[in-house]
Nanobody
Framework: VQLQASGGGLVQAGGSLRLSCAAS????????MGWFRQAPGKEREFVAA??????????ADSVKDRFAISRVNAGAKKAVYLQMNSLKPEDTAVYYC??????????????????WGQGTLVTVSS
């Protein structure tokens, strides 16, 4: 499984960005896809997750009313997106997409996601 994240950049507070994560390889519709972020000097934290099959979603409280996760699950094409609105300086971090093979859960724990993308930097200026 390969995950390729993109879409990061520099944005002013209050602005928006859309992150993309293209998935390839042996990734199945039963997987859950997640977004995590890691700010300098801090631990990696959960942001949002979505089930490839069905599209159920789950969010961290800190982003629930501002971010939206979505996916494409069409045959070999599998991708996950994170629309980020009303961005704040505290949203500044490297954002990672990840895949969890375990069916039937939404996990906030990075250790329970088996596959990771390379990360994309989001910087929100005040």
């Amino acid at each position: 499984v390969q995950l390729q994240a993109s879409g990061g950049g520099l944005v002013q507070a209050g602005g928006s960005l859309r992150l993309s994560c293209a998935a390839s390889g042996r990734i199945f519709s039963s997987y859950t896809m997640g977004w995590f972020r890691q700010a300098p000097g801090k631990e990696r934290e959960f942001v949002a997750a979505i089930r490839l099959s069905g599209g159920s979603t789950y969010y961290a409280d800190s982003v629930k009313d501002r971010f939206a996760i979505s996916r494409v699950n069409a045959g070999a094409k599998k991708a996950v997106y994170l629309q980020m609105n009303s961005l704040k300086p505290e949203d500044t971090a490297v954002y990672y997409c990840a895949a969890d093979r375990y069916t039937g859960r939404f996990s906030e724990l990075p250790g329970e996601y088996e596959y990771w993308g390379q990360g994309t930097l989001v910087t929100v200026s005040s």
